[in-house]
């Protein structure tokens, strides 16, 4: 969904947290926050056991008001795709030069689970927020990485969600170009609207312009529709769900983070483990996170191989659990190092990632795959109201995004983190000798992170990464850079090489 702020480009919602903390110090009178609302601090700091409560409640409250204004809208515009260029998602190639291609990539675009900010939520314990508007787009971008891992581990090999037709049976066009600038350009508009009859967007009812070959519904697919609609109600916005913004932040306590505040990359990556963990309602599916940019081979294999602890397990159960590897990384020193856009190109193309998540500095987003020198991501950056889902069949359409959107790699915050998925222990090995190989397509002389044998305590760390609350990373900056970054904020939780 496009998600152009009405103020610009750049996310504000960064100020979130630095906001918060001056809340909580002794404040003039009047001052204007990032809204540009003033709020009157008519309060004495002599009322400090109490009184301060209030005002974090007010602001609370203004800048809610402010961001469900503010996210709750879009500029509608079209993202030119080149038709010559090979488009890659999430391990698969597209070449946009033919109408059955163009409906392939469509279809595995729109079938992506699409999670965003939301509003009028039940209040979240320990705060009075009630969405997650302008703070909580990291936890967003986490669950749409676990959401992807989560159909990968249940759903049919390729499966496409069977409604997306009612979002791509909408006027399209390929047309040649008509200056050099748009050569080669395939002008690919919203595929319809996910937001149903509340859209701010008018809908138009123009007869298509060339007629779009639908694939043919599979019978798995439909079969796996049960599936689908309970794999996205973990991730509703009650407290019960599994992986819901309030599970969510409950787990991000134990680090230090509560609602509100700025979660970084790494963080999240820990959190999600943790929710896997904690809930029952995946079965057979753990969540391993590198450590200082390390995957140690024979912790996964402790925390997956359910052979060597055989009594705690059921008889029936697998031998081995599926899983998903977690790997915050640093890609640079303040910005991008060019050094590295080819092995990120290079994992995209891997079947077994899911996706990364990271951004733009304070802005996150997630990316599932790119064309040439962009990016292909999904924007978690459009607030919507809450879904009830204890109704039976509750509608899907906001949980998938019709309107692909592209970034130019060199805007990509070096902060992030990198997801893959091994359903055994054979595609763990396999993912173990994919990813070593496109890590060494970087120029650079360090790769991003590496596999080792052995565990983490042989290199004088802890021996399962499930045991550490919040790791820090390393990273390799570019030759010359180092100096540019030791003013950096501690928030960053990185460790520099």
């Known amino acids: 969904m496009n998600s152009v702020s009405p103020s610009a480009a750049q996310y504000k919602g960064g100020m979130m947290q630095e906001e918060a903390v001056e809340s909580r110090r002794p404040l003039p009178m009047e001052r204007q926050d990032s809204s540009g609302l003033r709020t009157l601090q008519t309060l004495s700091a002599s009322g400090e056991s109490g009184e301060p409560d209030e005002i974090d409640k007010l602001k609370a409250k203004l800048m809610s008001a402010w961001n469900n204004v503010k996210y709750g809208w879009t500029v509608k515009t079209k993202t030119s795709f080149n038709k010559l260029s090979p488009v890659t998602v999430l391990g698969q190639s597209y070449l946009l030069n033919s109408e059955d291609e163009v409906e392939r990539f469509r279809l595995a675009f729109v079938s992506r689970v699409w999670l965003t900010y939301r509003r009028e939520f039940p209040q979240l314990e320990g705060s009075t927020w009630t969405t997650d508007c302008g703070w909580g787009c990291m936890l967003r971008s986490g669950q749409m990485l676990l959401a992807q891992g989560l159909l990968v581990h249940l759903m049919p090999r390729d499966w496409a969600w069977p409604d997306a037709q009612q979002l791509t049976d909408v006027d399209f066009e390929v047309f040649r170009p008509r200056s050099p600038a748009r050569a080669g350009g395939v002008p690919i508009p919203s595929f319809g609207s996910p937001r149903g009859s509340n859209s701010p967007e008018k809908s138009t009812n123009q007869a298509p312009k060339c007629s779009q070959r639908k694939r043919p519904e599979s019978v798995k697919d439909r079969r796996a529709e049960p599936i689908h609609q309970r794999l996205v109600t973990w991730f509703g916005d009650q407290p019960p769900a599994a992986f819901g913004i309030h599970q969510l932040v409950e787990i991000g306590k134990s680090s230090g983070k509560k609602a509100g505040d700025w979660y970084g990359p790494s963080i999240v990556a820990h959190i999600l483990r943790k929710a896997v963990a904690k809930t029952p309602v995946v079965q057979n599916l753990a969540v391993y996170v590198a450590q200082d940019c390390t995957v140690y081979k024979e912790d996964v294999v402790r925390l997956c191989d359910q052979s060597l602890n055989r009594t705690l397990v059921d008889e029936f159960s697998p031998l081995w659990k599926s899983v998903i590897i977690l790997v915050p990384v640093r890609l640079g020193g303040e910005t991008l190092n060019p050094s590295y856009i080819d092995c990120v190109k290079s994992l995209l193309k891997l079947d077994c990632c899911i996706g990364i998540i990271g951004g733009k500095p304070k802005h996150s987003l997630y990316f599932i795959g790119f064309q040439d020198e962009q990016l292909l991501y999904l924007d978690p950056h459009y607030c919507q109201p809450v879904v009830d ?42 993912l173990c000798s994919a990813v070593s190989t496109a890590l060494s397509s970087s120029n650079e002389k360090y790769p991003i992170f590496t596999f080792v044998e052995g565990q983490g305590h042989d290199y004088g760390l802890e021996s399962h990464s499930s045991s550490h609350t919040h790791n820090p990373v390393a990273h390799i900056l570019p030759r010359g850079k180092l100096g540019q970054c030791n003013n950096r904020r501690s928030s960053d939780e990185f460790v520099f090489l």
């Open 389 to 430: 889902m204890t109704q039976t069949d509750f509608p899907l359409d906001s949980f998938h995004c019709s309107a692909p959107k592209k970034m130019p790699f060199n805007r990509m915050d070096p902060s992030c983190t990198i997801g893959f998925y091994a359903k055994n222990k054979k595609d763990f090995e396999s």
